[in-house]
C-alpha cells in the first residue's frame, strides 16, 4: 500500500480547536453523545478547581450554627429547629457527613461541594431528556460556572442543596405535566417533599407548581385533561402526605420564629436577587437578550412543537412566579435573603437553558459575554472574606488557654461560631440571656426578648457570679447597620456592655482582638476581661 492510499491521520485536538469543535456543534445541533460526554466531563473539572479554591475559608455566623446543630444527636435535630426556624434534612445530611470526614472548615464546605457539583450532570440531563442534548450542555455550563453555586458550593449551608433539589423538582415537573412521561411522577414527588424539608421557601416554589399545573390542565386538549388532573392528585398529594408530619412544627416556627434581623424587602430587591443569582447586570442583560429572542419565537413554532412554549411558561412560573411570591411573602413577614433564592435556580437555568440553545449564534455569544462577566468578577475567597471571628479568637487564645469563664456576644446569633473556635469551658451570655446550648440559637420570641434586656436584668446577674481569676470576653460586633430594629438592640448593647464591663471595679482587660477587620464580611471585636479577687 502505498503511502498515498494510507488513511489521514487526525491530528491531536488542542484546547483551542476542542472548544471551536464543540461551538460548531453546538450551533449546528450535531451534538453526539461522546462528545456531550467529553464536554461534561471538561465543565465538570473547571467547576471542580472554581468550586474549591475557598474551601479553606473560615465559618461566619449561619455556618457555625449549622454545625452546632448538626453536631447533636440525629433524633435530637428535628426538634431542635422549634428553635431554630428550618426543615431538618440538611443538618441531617451534614450530621452524617461529619460522622465520616469531620466537623472542620474543608470537610463540611466539601458537601455542598458535593451538591455544587452535581447540579451539572443533573442540569445536562433534564435538559437532554426534555428537549435535547444541546439544551442539556447549555444548561450544564450555566450550572458549572454560575457564580452563586460556586459561592454556595463551599459554605456549610443547605443552598447548593436547595439548587439541586429545585432543579430536579423543574425537570421532573416538565416531564410530566408538559411532556406527560408518568414515569417521573415519582421523582417529582421525591425532589419536591426533599425541598420542603430542606428550605422553607420551597413552600413558594411548592405553590407555583401548582399554579403551572393549573396552566398545564388550561392548556391541554379536554381528553387530556381527566388523566391530567389524576396524576396531578397522585403528584401533590403525595408530597402533602408525605410533608404532614412536619407541618405542626411548621406553625410554631411561625408563631414564635422569624428573621428579625431583616429588613422587608424593597422593589430592587427582586432585580438585585436575579443580578446575585447570575452573576451581575452584564450577565443578567446577555442573558435575557439571548434566551428571550429564542423563546418568544417559541410563539410561532410549528403545532408539532408548542410543547416547549408551554415548557417555557412553566418554568417562568417556577422562576419569576416563585420569585415574587417569596417577595409579596417577605413583604407581609419579613424574611429575606438573596441567598434563599437557591429555590429558583433550578427553573431558571432551564429556561435560559432551552432559550440559548434555541438562539443560534446569538446564543452562543451571549453565552460567552456571561462566562466573561463572570471571569471578570470572580468569587472572592479570602481566609477572612466572611468573618474574622476564627482570626480575633487567635489573638486572645493564648490567655484564654487554662482558666474558664463567661463568653458575652451582644449578637446573639454570633454565639455557635464563637463556641466552635474557643477553647471548651466556657459558658456563653447573650441579651437574651444565659445560652443552655451554645450550639443553638433560640429564635422564639427573640425579638420580644430582646427588648426587655437590660444590664441589671441580664449583664450583671452573668457577672456576679464569676470566680476570681475567671475570664469575661466579650464580643461585639463591628459595622452592623442601625435598622431593622434587631441591629439596633445590638448596637445599642454593644455600648452599653462594653461601659459596664470597662467601668466594672472587679474587673481588668488582659487582651483585645486586633482591629484589622476591613476584608471581614462580618467582623467582630473580642475584648478579655479577668476577675480581680474581691
Known sequence: MSADTLPARTPPKTGGVLARSVAERLVSRQLTRAWAVAALSLLTLVSLYLRTRGLHVQYWIDEGLSVGISGHHLSQIPGLMREDGSPPLYYLLLHVWMGLRGSHEVATHELSLVFALLTIPVAYWVGASIFDR????????????????????????????????????????????????????????????????????????????????????????????????????????????????????????????????????????????????????????????????????????????????????????????????????????????????????????????????RAGRLGLIALALVACFWILDPVPSSLYTKSNVAAAVAKVRPVLASEGGLVLSTQPEQVPTLAYYLPRGFHYGTPLGPSSDPRVVDWRNALTRFRRSSVSSVLTPMISSLAPGEHVVLVVPLRLPHSPLWMKLINRTSTRWTSALEHDPYLRTVASSSHDWKSSGLPVSITVFARRAA
Not at 460556586?150 to 459554605?155: A, F, H, L, M, V
Not at 405553590?207 to 388550561?218: D, G
Not at 389524576?230 to 412544627?249: K, N, Q, S
Open 134 to 357: 444541546r439544551t442539556g450542555l447549555v444548561g450544564a455550563v450555566l450550572t458549572a460556572g454560575a457564580p452563586y453555586l460556586t459561592t454556595y458550593g463551599q459554605e456549610t449551608r443547605m443552598y447548593a442543596l436547595v439548587a439541586l433539589l429545585a432543579l430536579v423538582v423543574a425537570g421532573s415537573f416538565v416531564h410530566v405535566f408538559v411532556r406527560r412521561d408518568r414515569r417521573y411522577l415519582p421523582v417529582f414527588v421525591a425532589s419536591l417533599t426533599a425541598a420542603l424539608y430542606t428550605h422553607n421557601w420551597a413552600l413558594f416554589l411548592g405553590l407555583m407548581t401548582a399554579v403551572a399545573f393549573l396552566v398545564c390542565v388550561r392548556e391541554s386538549p379536554p381528553k387530556d385533561r381527566r388523566p391530567l388532573w389524576r396524576d396531578g392528585a397522585i403528584a401533590f398529594g403525595g408530597v402533602a402526605v408525605l410533608y404532614a408530619p412536619w407541618l405542626p412544627t411548621l406553625l410554631f416556627q411561625v408563631r414564635h420564629t422569624g428573621a428579625p434581623w431583616t429588613l422587608p424587602p424593597v422593589l430592587w430587591s427582586l432585580t438585585q436577587g436575579l443580578y446575585s443569582l447570575v452573576g451581575g447586570r452584564g450577565a443578567a442583560v446577555a442573558l435575557v437578550f439571548g434566551a428571550g429572542a429564542a423563546l418568544v419565537a417559541l410563539r410561532g413554532a410549528e403545532p408539532a412543537r408548542r410543547w416547549m412554549l408551554l415548557a417555557a411558561k412553566c418554568l417562568l412560573i417556577l422562576g419569576l412566579g416563585t420569585l415574587l411570591t417569596a417577595w409579596i411573602g417577605a413583604k407581609i413577614t419579613p424574611a429575606w435573603a438573596i441567598r434563599y433564592l437557591a429555590v429558583i435556580v433550578g427553573p431558571l437555568i432551564l429556561l435560559f437553558g432551552l432559550g440559548l440553545a
